[in-house]
């Protein structure tokens, strides 16, 4: 059955044109879609201040409470600084997840933790004169925990917990699939408190004779264990750029500071995060440095110099912090944002040409190959990177190409590609509900993307055999299928009223109806073609059977490719970065197909997935095939995962001729509606 370009549920485009997943890592507290993300281990843990703060409301509490106005200061109380009250709530937030209480008591003390740790005011100090400050998140019961210390120096509940908990359960949560019931039980049954007692009982077992628990069991903490100790701890991107705001942040009204920048791996927008850099630009270095090694979420300092610093944060990575004198930062940024083998090059051009390059500028050499000394020395400083690029007779390459993968020798032939942006956008082609396993309306999803100057945005809650995420069953599409065309009604009327949004683009805007289809582990799509047809757009993705040969799991692909009602594959690998190995698909088969049906590959903004990643999304586009990029938001604050999948993109050479949801609206619906033709 071939589908009409006209949108399914009821109106024509113009001749113009998860359950919830609020769920609490060991020190992240990450709003990601329906699978617990990937943390830190303890010694390497980041807290993740502002990565959720579009979820709750700041609000402003009573701070006084009349019984603690008789609580007279001890004598010699000591005054607890921000850094000391943040590790203690924080500390209580673990212990509190050890015990098994309610997810939302331990994410409000992480909460409080983040918050104090970067307030611009001494929380203790201002309690104890009788001023205590406004602080988001923090309700009654927490904020007479902040006066009781501010009076006492100590705090009777963290003390209870801590007899109670011993602070090494905590680390055992760390462990991917044992959960904080399970933690609690090995510790009263057999003493277990540590991952090292763990592994011993296991490796013994000793498990087994725990009532619910099995040999199976054992085998999968052997194996967690064994993840743990091997898997790369890192920052995904969203953390580590929320980690890097709020401390640029913390810096802001410096005495003499002009700007702080990202610089690194996270300038590249490289898919996870180490240690973080950055880059200032000041006329008082001696101030700048005194005030990021002092900051309230500092861990310990790791060094100290007159230009230079490295922190280590609370519950955090490492910080390195590089001043640049002021109108010299060209080099700097070359030099701090490059990978190594991008920067060999630049170091090799210069030498060929007579000089050394360093962060600080390009030093003329002598005939001996060292720089000139004395009188005779030079030194070539400049203001901008595309100053220091034109040094060397190259124009300037985007921070995210700086890999050392064809972008010198294409900035010299003149073909450094334009990269495609979030401004090129004018849709979304992958987000949910909470009729499925989102948390927003239907309604509330589409305002916000017209909100943001969409023409269209893709509903695309699962299918019915994905039980995990509410999947709909036929009864319950044609009921969302109603809900769909009613408000495309209701936009309809309004932009004809002239009472649509501002920024409501030509053309409007539409809700369009689609779902994210399983590929069931036998190959069978989740819903007959008759149905499919009736979709405007169709997203297949794989989520069971993952461990299927790769004949099997490349076959159950090329069945969604050659349908001609399947429009998209979505996260093509099934990555989730850090937690669990992508598919073992053929790609260069996958995209042959791909490219052959004009099957759309997603590159899924999620910054859990990322994927495609940014090499198979290179190799996809010299296949010949088109690419989406999609935020896959569950909820309405997940829609800025599109800038994450745009980076991706970025990396990947991406332009956006092709992105098919740089299209109009009326050109992706006819590209979708000629499917048929393709596959036939």
């Known amino acids: 059955m071939r589908r009409s370009a006209a949108v399914a549920t009821g109106w024509l485009p113009r001749p113009d044109g998860r359950g919830k997943a609020h769920k609490l890592g060991r020190r992240l507290l990450v709003l990601c879609d329906h699978r617990r993300v990937p943390t830190p281990r303890r010694e390497s843990a980041a807290a993740d201040p502002g990565l959720d703060r579009m979820s709750h409301v700041e609000t402003a509490v009573d701070t006084t409470n009349p ?205 996870t995060i180490g240690d973080l850099d950055l880059l200032a630009e000041t006329d008082d270095p001696d101030a700048l440095i005194e005030r990021f090694v002092g900051l309230a979420a500092v861990d310990r300092v790791l060094n100290r110099g007159s230009y230079k610093a490295a922190i280590k944060l609370l519950r955090g990575p490492q910080v390195d912090l590089m001043v640049m004198p002021p109108g010299e930062a060209g080099t700097y940024e070359i030099h701090f944002t490059g990978n190594k083998d991008h920067n060999v090059r630049l170091r090799g051009r210069a030498r060929d040409r007579g000089w050394s390059l360093s962060e600080k500028g390009y030093m003329r050499l002598g005939e001996d190959g060292e720089p000139l000394a004395g009188p005779n020395a030079e030194l070539r400083t400049f203001a901008t990177e595309g100053e220091a690029y034109a040094f060397l007779d190259l124009p300037f390459i985007e921070p995210e190409l700086r890999q050392d993968r064809g972008e010198i020798e294409a900035a010299l032939a003149g073909t450094l590609p334009t990269l495609v942006t979030l ?41 019915q055999s994905l039980a995990i995420a509410r999947g709909l069953n036929a009864e319950r599409v044609e009921e969302e299928r109603e809900l769909v065309g009613l408000l495309n009604q209701k936009f309809a009327r309004e932009e004809e009223e002239g009472t649509a949004p501002s920024g409501t683009p030509p053309e409007g805007f539409r ?28 997203v297949a993705s794989l989520h069971v059977g993952r461990r299927q040969p790769r004949v099997e799991l490349t076959r159950r692909v090329m069945n969604a490719l050659r349908n001609p009602n399947v429009d998209i594959i979505a996260h ?109």
């Open 67 to 271: 019984e603690l106005d008789a609580v007279a200061v001890e004598q010699d109380a000591a005054l607890l600084t921000n850094g000391q009250l943040a590790r203690m709530f924080h500390e209580i937030g673990d212990m509190l997840e050890v015990k098994g209480e309610l997810v939302y008591k331990t994410v409000a003390y992480h909460r409080a933790a983040d918050a104090i740790a970067h307030s611009p005011v001494e929380v203790a100090e201002a309690y104890r004169a009788g001023n205590p400050p406004r602080i988001p998140g923090v309700g009654a019961a927490i904020s007479d925990k902040l006066a009781e210390l501010a009076q006492t120096g100590r705090l009777q509940f963290y003390e209870r917990l801590r007899t109670e908990v011993p602070p090494t359960l905590v680390e055992m949560l760390d462990l991917p699939g044992l959960g904080p019931r399970t933690v609690k039980l090995l510790y009263e049954t057999l003493g277990i408190e540590n991952v090292e007692a763990l592994r011993d009982a296991a490796e013994r077992g000793l498990l087994r004779d725990v009532k619910g628990l099995s040999a199976r069991t054992e085998e999968s903490i052997l194996q967690a264990i064994a993840t743990l100790e091997t898997r790369p701890q890192r920052l995904l991107l969203n953390q580590a750029n929320a980690i890097v705001d709020q401390v640029i942040g913390d810096l802001e009204g410096t005495p003499g500071l002009r700007r702080v920048e990202k610089a690194g791996s996270l300038r590249r927008w490289q898919e």
């Open 423 to 463: 401004a090129d956008l004018n849709g979304d082609c992958h987000t949910h509900s909470d009729r499925t396993d989102g948390v927003h309306t239907v309604e509330q999803m589409a305002e916000a993307g017209r909100r943001r100057g969409y023409a269209y945005q893709v509903l695309t809650d699962h299918s």
């Open 511 to 538: 809700l369009l109806f689609g779902c994210e289809l399983e590929i069931r582990a036998d190959g069978q799509l989740d819903f007959p073609d008759e149905l499919l047809a009736r979709y405007d757009v169709v």
């Open 572 to 680: 093509p690998a099934g990555r989730y970065i850090q937690r669990r190995e992508d598919l073992d698909l053929d790609w260069d088969a996958v995209f042959a197909e791909a490219a052959r049906t004009g099957t759309l590959l997603e590159m899924n903004g999620s910054p859990h997935r990322l994927d495609l990643s940014d090499h198979r999304a290179r190799r996809a586009v010299a296949a010949g095939c088109t690419l989406t990029i999609d935020s896959d938001a569950h909820r309405i604050e997940e829609l800025d995962y599109m800038r994450w999948g745009v980076s991706q993109a970025r990396r990947a050479w991406v332009t956006p001729e092709l992105v098919a949801n740089t299209w109009s609206r009326a050109k992706l619906l006819d590209w979708v509606a000629r499917k048929p033709e393709r596959v036939s």
